[in-house]
C-alpha cells in the first residue's frame, strides 16, 4: 500500500522524535530536580541549607519570621555543615548553615555568625559521675582509658558513642578535645544529635556529646574541669567545649537573606536562641 | 507503519531508558571514585583499615571484612530457616496452607527497612545489652536483623526451585519404596539444588546491600571485630552515614566505597545467573 521509501522515512522521522523525546523527558527531569533546591522568587522565599545542629534552631527562626511577614517563605533542610556550605557556594541555597569553621578554601565565602552552641559531654542519668578533665576526656576519647573503673566507678567497659567523620559537631569537638589525637576506631558511630541522645538515654555504661541545647531530662550533662555546660559559663567562655554557629553565602545576603540574618542577630532573635538553649553573639 | 510498531518503539526507548540509567550510575560512580582509587592505591585502600577521611586516610579493609561478616551472619541465620520453611511449603503441606502462607511470608520483604532497625534498636539491642554484654549495637543484632530480612527472598526462591522439580522424580522414588523425607532429602532437594543456591545467592545480595537496618543496629565503629558482640561498620552504612558531611576527597573515598559494594553484588549477581543457567 504505502511505498517503502515513505516508510522509512516515517520510521526514521518517528525514531528521532522518540530520542528527542527521551531526551527531553531527561532534561525535563533534571531541571524539574534542580528546581526542588532553587529559589523560585528571590524576594519571597529563602533556602537555607546544611548543619543538621542549627536546623532545628533555624526552623525555629524561619517560623517565628514567616509569621512576621506573611508574604516570606523560607525553607530550611538539614544535609550537614559540608553539604550547606557547598550548597551556598553553588547557589543551590541562599544561606548555608555550618557548624564547623570555614577551612582555608572555604574563606571566600561571606560567613555571619549567629549564636555560640557548647558541646555537651552526656552520660546515663544512673551515672554517679559528675565531673571529668579534659585530659581524662580525651583519653577516653583516644581509647586509651576504656572503664568507668579507672574513673573511680565500679568497673565496666565505657560505650562510647561519637559522630561520623565530617559532622560539624565531630570536628568541634575533636579541635577543642582531641587536639592531634584521634578518636577510637572502637567508638560507636550514629549520624545525628539525636540518636547519640537517645543511645545515651538507653544505656547506662555510655558516653557521648551532643549539642547543649540539645540537653534534655534523658540525659545527664557532666563538668568538663569542674565547669557545667551552663548558659553563663558558655557566655563567658570559662566552659571550653564552645563552637560558632554560621550563615554562609556566596555574596552578602540582599532582600528577604538581609532581612532574615538582622532578624536572627536582632535582640528578639538572639532571645529565641538563647531560649532554645544556645547563648547569643553578644 | 502500523499503530504496533509505533507502540513496539515507545516500549523499546522506555526499555532504554531503564537501562542507560543503570550506565549512568555505573559511569558516575566511577568516574566519582576511581581517582581516588587510583591515587591512595588499590592496595592501600582496600587493606588498610584505617579510615579517617579528613586526615587523608582511606582504608576500608575493616567494613570488607565487616559487610561480609555481617553477611555471612545473616545467612547463617536466614538459610536454614527459609530453606526449612521452604520445604514444608513446598513438600509437606497442604495447598490450600500454601496459598495462605506463601503470601504471608511475602509480606516480609514489604515491609520497609527502617521498621525493621526500628524494632532491632528498640527491642532486640536492649535485650542483647541486658542479657550477652556489650552495647547492644553489634554484629550479632545486625546478623539477626538481616538474617529475617532476607527470609522471604531465600523462601519463595527456594520454593519456586522445588516446585519446578517434576512429579515423576518424587513419584518415582516413593514407588521404590522410599519415604516422604527421604524422597526430598535423596531426589528433590539435589534436584533443586541450583535453584536454592540462587535462592541463597540473591538473599547474600540483599544482605550485603541493605543499609538503613544495618546503620541502625550495627553501631557503625570502624574497628575490625573481634566477637559478634562488637558494633560493626558495613561498606554500605559507611557511605550513607557520611555522605551528607562529605566534601571533597573524603566524598571521592565515598563513591570509591560504592565502587567495591558495586564490584561485590555484581561478583553475586553474575555468580547467580551463572548457576541458573546451568540449571
Given at each position: 500500500?504505502?511505498?517503502?521509501?515513505?516508510?522509512?522515512?516515517?520510521?526514521?522521522?518517528l525514531?528521532r522524535?522518540g530520542?528527542?523525546g527521551?531526551?527531553?523527558i531527561l532534561?525535563?527531569?533534571?531541571?524539574?530536580?534542580?528546581?526542588?533546591?532553587?529559589a523560585?522568587?528571590?524576594?519571597?522565599?529563602?533556602?537555607?541549607?546544611?548543619?543538621?545542629?542549627?536546623?532545628?534552631f533555624?526552623?525555629k527562626?524561619a517560623?517565628?519570621?514567616?509569621?512576621?511577614?506573611?508574604?516570606?517563605?523560607?525553607?530550611?533542610q538539614?544535609?550537614?555543615s559540608?553539604?550547606?556550605?557547598?550548597?551556598a557556594?553553588?547557589?543551590?541555597?541562599?544561606?548555608?548553615?555550618s557548624?564547623?569553621?570555614?577551612?582555608a578554601?572555604?574563606?571566600d565565602?561571606?560567613?555571619?555568625?549567629i549564636?555560640?552552641?557548647?558541646?555537651?559531654?552526656?552520660?546515663?542519668?544512673?551515672n554517679?559521675?559528675t565531673?571529668l578533665?579534659?585530659e581524662?576526656?580525651r583519653r577516653?576519647f583516644?581509647g586509651?582509658l576504656?572503664d568507668?573503673?579507672?574513673?573511680?566507678l565500679k568497673?565496666?567497659?565505657?560505650?562510647?558513642i561519637?559522630?561520623e567523620e565530617?559532622?560539624?559537631?565531630r570536628?568541634?569537638?575533636?579541635?577543642?578535645?582531641m587536639?592531634?589525637a584521634?578518636?577510637?576506631?572502637?567508638?560507636l558511630?550514629?549520624?545525628?544529635?539525636?540518636s547519640?541522645?537517645?543511645?545515651v538515654?538507653?544505656d547506662?555504661?555510655?558516653?557521648g556529646?551532643?549539642?547543649?541545647?540539645?540537653v534534655d531530662?534523658?540525659?545527664k550533662a557532666?563538668a568538663?574541669?569542674?565547669?557545667?555546660?551552663t548558659?553563663e559559663n558558655?557566655?563567658n567562655?570559662?566552659?571550653?567545649?564552645v563552637?560558632r554557629?554560621l550563615?554562609?553565602s556566596?555574596?552578602?545576603?540582599?532582600?528577604l537573606g538581609k532581612?532574615?540574618?538582622?532578624?536572627?542577630?536582632?535582640?528578639q532573635?538572639q532571645n529565641?536562641?538563647?531560649?532554645?538553649?544556645?547563648?547569643?553573639m553578644? | 507503519?502500523g499503530?504496533?510498531?509505533?507502540?513496539?518503539?515507545?516500549?523499546?526507548?522506555?526499555?532504554?531508558?531503564?537501562?542507560?540509567?543503570l550506565v549512568l550510575?555505573?559511569?558516575?560512580?566511577f568516574?566519582?571514585?576511581?581517582?581516588?582509587?587510583?591515587?591512595?592505591?588499590?592496595?592501600?585502600?582496600?587493606l588498610?583499615?584505617h579510615?579517617?577521611?579528613?586526615?587523608?586516610?582511606?582504608?576500608?579493609?575493616?567494613m570488607?571484612v565487616?559487610?561480609?561478616?555481617?553477611?555471612?551472619?545473616?545467612?547463617?541465620?536466614?538459610?536454614?530457616?527459609?530453606?526449612?520453611?521452604?520445604?514444608?511449603?513446598?513438600?509437606?503441606?497442604?495447598?490450600r496452607?500454601?496459598?495462605?502462607?506463601?503470601?504471608?511470608?511475602e509480606?516480609?520483604?514489604?515491609?520497609?527497612?527502617?521498621?525493621?532497625?526500628?524494632?532491632?534498636?528498640?527491642?532486640?539491642?536492649p535485650?542483647?545489652?541486658?542479657?550477652l554484654?556489650g552495647?547492644?549495637?553489634?554484629?550479632l543484632a545486625?546478623?539477626?536483623?538481616?538474617?529475617?530480612m532476607i527470609?522471604p527472598?531465600?523462601?519463595?526462591i527456594?520454593?519456586?526451585?522445588?516446585?519446578?522439580?517434576p512429579?515423576?522424580?518424587r513419584?518415582g522414588s516413593?514407588?521404590?519404596?522410599?519415604?516422604?523425607?527421604?524422597?526430598?532429602r535423596?531426589?528433590v532437594?539435589?534436584?533443586?539444588?541450583?535453584?536454592i543456591i540462587?535462592?541463597?545467592i540473591?538473599?547474600?545480595?540483599?544482605?550485603?546491600?541493605?543499609t538503613?537496618?544495618?546503620?541502625?543496629?550495627a553501631?557503625?565503629?570502624?574497628?575490625?571485630?573481634?566477637?559478634?558482640?562488637?558494633?560493626?561498620?558495613?561498606?554500605?552504612s559507611?557511605i550513607?552515614?557520611?555522605l551528607g558531611?562529605?566534601?571533597?576527597?573524603?566524598?571521592?573515598?565515598?563513591?570509591?566505597?560504592?565502587?567495591?559494594?558495586?564490584?561485590?553484588?555484581m561478583i553475586?549477581?553474575?555468580?547467580a545467573t551463572v548457576?541458573?543457567?546451568r540449571r
Amino acid at each position: 500500500m504505502s511505498n517503502p521509501a515513505k516508510e522509512d522515512k516515517a520510521k526514521a522521522r518517528l525514531g528521532r522524535a522518540g530520542v528527542w523525546g527521551f531526551w527531553g523527558i531527561l532534561t525535563l527531569m533534571l531541571v524539574a530536580g534542580g528546581c526542588q533546591f532553587g529559589a523560585s522568587d528571590a524576594h519571597h522565599s529563602l533556602v537555607i541549607a546544611g548543619s543538621t545542629s542549627v536546623q532545628p534552631f533555624a526552623e525555629k527562626l524561619a517560623e517565628i519570621f514567616m509569621h512576621q511577614h506573611p508574604k516570606a517563605l523560607i525553607n530550611v533542610q538539614g544535609g550537614g555543615s559540608s553539604a550547606g556550605i557547598y550548597a551556598a557556594r553553588q547557589g543551590a541555597a541562599d544561606l548555608g548553615a555550618s557548624s564547623r569553621e570555614l577551612v582555608a578554601a572555604e574563606k571566600d565565602l561571606v560567613e555571619i555568625p549567629i549564636a555560640y552552641d557548647g558541646i555537651a559531654v552526656i552520660v546515663h542519668p544512673s551515672n554517679p559521675i559528675t565531673d571529668l578533665t579534659l585530659e581524662q576526656l580525651r583519653r577516653v576519647f583516644q581509647g586509651r582509658l576504656q572503664d568507668w573503673g579507672a574513673l573511680g566507678l565500679k568497673p565496666h567497659p565505657i560505650h562510647l558513642i561519637t559522630r561520623e567523620e565530617g559532622s560539624g559537631t565531630r570536628e568541634a569537638f575533636e579541635h577543642l578535645v582531641m587536639g592531634q589525637a584521634e578518636i577510637t576506631p572502637a567508638a560507636l558511630v550514629q549520624d545525628s544529635n539525636g540518636s547519640v541522645r537517645e543511645l545515651v538515654a538507653g544505656d547506662p555504661y555510655s558516653l557521648g556529646y551532643i549539642s547543649v541545647g540539645l540537653v534534655d531530662g534523658r540525659v545527664k550533662a557532666v563538668a568538663i574541669d569542674g565547669i557545667s555546660p551552663t548558659p553563663e559559663n558558655i557566655k563567658n567562655r570559662t566552659y571550653e567545649l564552645v563552637r560558632r554557629f554560621l550563615l554562609v553565602s556566596r555574596t552578602p545576603p540582599a532582600g528577604l537573606g538581609k532581612a532574615f540574618v538582622e532578624f536572627i542577630l536582632s535582640p528578639q532573635g538572639q532571645n529565641i536562641l538563647e531560649a532554645e538553649g544556645l547563648v547569643g553573639m553578644k | 507503519m502500523g499503530q504496533g510498531k509505533f507502540i513496539e518503539r515507545v516500549l523499546f526507548l522506555l526499555a532504554l531508558s531503564a537501562i542507560s540509567s543503570l550506565v549512568l550510575i555505573t559511569v558516575f560512580i566511577f568516574m566519582e571514585g576511581l581517582p581516588l582509587i587510583l591515587q591512595t592505591g588499590l592496595k592501600d585502600f582496600i587493606l588498610s583499615s584505617h579510615w579517617a577521611p579528613t586526615k587523608g586516610h582511606f582504608g576500608i579493609a575493616a567494613m570488607i571484612v565487616s559487610s561480609l561478616l555481617v553477611t555471612l551472619g545473616a545467612l547463617v541465620i536466614g538459610v536454614p530457616l527459609g530453606l526449612a520453611c521452604a520445604i514444608v511449603l513446598a513438600e509437606f503441606s497442604h495447598e490450600r496452607v500454601k496459598t495462605i502462607l506463601k503470601p504471608t511470608l511475602e509480606l516480609l520483604a514489604g515491609i520497609p527497612s527502617v521498621v525493621y532497625g526500628f524494632l532491632g534498636v528498640i527491642w532486640l539491642v536492649p535485650l542483647i545489652r541486658n542479657y550477652l554484654g556489650g552495647p547492644g549495637l553489634s554484629l550479632l543484632a545486625a546478623s539477626l536483623i538481616l538474617g529475617i530480612m532476607i527470609l522471604p527472598t531465600v523462601i519463595s526462591i527456594s520454593i519456586d526451585a522445588l516446585t519446578a522439580v517434576p512429579a515423576l522424580y518424587r513419584e518415582g522414588s516413593i514407588a521404590l519404596g522410599a519415604t516422604q523425607w527421604q524422597t526430598v532429602r535423596r531426589v528433590v532437594l539435589p534436584a533443586a539444588s541450583s535453584g536454592i543456591i540462587t535462592a541463597i545467592i540473591l538473599g547474600m545480595g540483599r544482605a550485603v546491600g541493605e543499609t538503613m537496618a544495618v546503620i541502625m543496629v550495627a553501631g557503625n565503629a570502624l574497628q575490625l571485630p573481634t566477637s559478634i558482640l562488637d558494633p560493626v561498620r558495613t561498606l554500605t552504612s559507611n557511605i550513607a552515614l557520611e555522605l551528607g558531611y562529605a566534601s571533597g576527597r573524603h566524598r571521592e573515598a565515598l563513591f570509591a566505597t560504592g565502587i567495591v559494594l558495586f564490584v561485590i553484588i555484581m561478583i553475586l549477581n553474575f555468580s547467580a545467573t551463572v548457576l541458573t543457567r546451568r540449571r
